[in-house]
T-cell receptor, first 114, second 115 residues
Framework: AQSVTQLDSQVPVFEEAPVELRCNYS??????LFWYVQYPNQGLQLLLK??????LVKGINGFEAEFNKSQTSFHLRKPSVHISDTAEYFC????????????FGKGTRLSVIA | NAGVTQTPKFQVLKTGQSMTLQCAQD?????MYWYRQDPGMGLRLIYY???????DKGEVPDGYNVSRLKKQNFLLGLESAAPSQTSVYFC??????????????FGPGTRLTVT
């Protein structure tokens, strides 16, 4: 079975400052990794995903994440945040094989302060 | 192209009442999912359907039932609503459970309050 731990439930950050949202996972098999974003009063949408290849993945809105297999981490970063980045961010994993759905972390609420 | 739609957007029920949440997708996806979202709990999978006519339990299935009679529709039923079922419910769909380009598409949610 897979599990996802998002180490921070809330992250406040000033506008134009950098941010890192942390995600660690546990799995006995290889996994695909995802970050989803949920803006206030909306459903989730895909921010970026790691399937294979380069461990640095770029997504929408200037976000990027780095897959670290040895540390089983997939941290999300942005060099300069905007007010519009205020949202909840979810890390998720799914095994390469098998018939099990995505497993989500509990989410990190990013609040950007003007 | 509407993507994933959910009805209703809001619902208030009294304890013991029953209702069905409706989800439809127009992307010809094989797999569909129902989640509930509660503060501090993230998203928890209630039921999922890998393909038309099949359903499986997720993490928190008690008190719910589902139906996937048509490929484009996935219904979530509450047999006898309880205050613990007050939550925001999200439906999602994906091309399959195991596609290498896997991505789930989410609906806008249904906010349910049980008094």
């Amino acid at each position: 079975a897979q599990s996802v731990t998002q180490l921070d439930s809330q992250v406040p950050v000033f506008e134009e400052a950098p941010v890192e949202l942390r995600c660690n996972y546990s799995s006995s098999v290889s996994v695909y990794l995802f970050w989803y974003v949920q803006y206030p009063n909306q459903g989730l949408q895909l921010l970026l995903k790691y399937l294979s290849g380069s461990t640095l993945v770029k997504g929408i809105n200037g976000f990027e994440a780095e897959f670290n297999k040895s540390q089983t981490s997939f941290h999300l970063r942005k060099p300069s945040v905007h007010i519009s980045d205020t949202a909840e961010y979810f890390c998720a994993v799914i095994p390469f094989s098998g018939n099990t759905p995505l497993v989500f972390g509990k989410g990190t609420r990013l609040s950007v302060i003007a | 192209n509407a993507g994933v739609t959910q009805t209703p957007k809001f619902q208030v029920l009294k304890t013991g009442q029953s209702m069905t949440l409706q989800c439809a997708q127009d992307m010809n996806h094989n797999s569909m999912y129902w989640y509930r979202q509660d503060p501090g709990m993230g998203l928890r999978l209630i039921y999922y359907s890998a393909s038309e006519g099949t359903t499986d339990k997720g993490e928190v299935p008690d008190g719910y039932n589902v139906s996937r009679l048509k490929k484009q529709n996935f219904l979530l039923g509450l047999e006898s609503a309880a205050p613990s079922q007050t939550s925001v419910y999200f439906c999602a769909s994906s091309s399959s459970l195991t596609s290498a380009s896997y991505e789930q598409y989410f609906g806008p949610g249904t906010r349910l309050t049980v008094t």
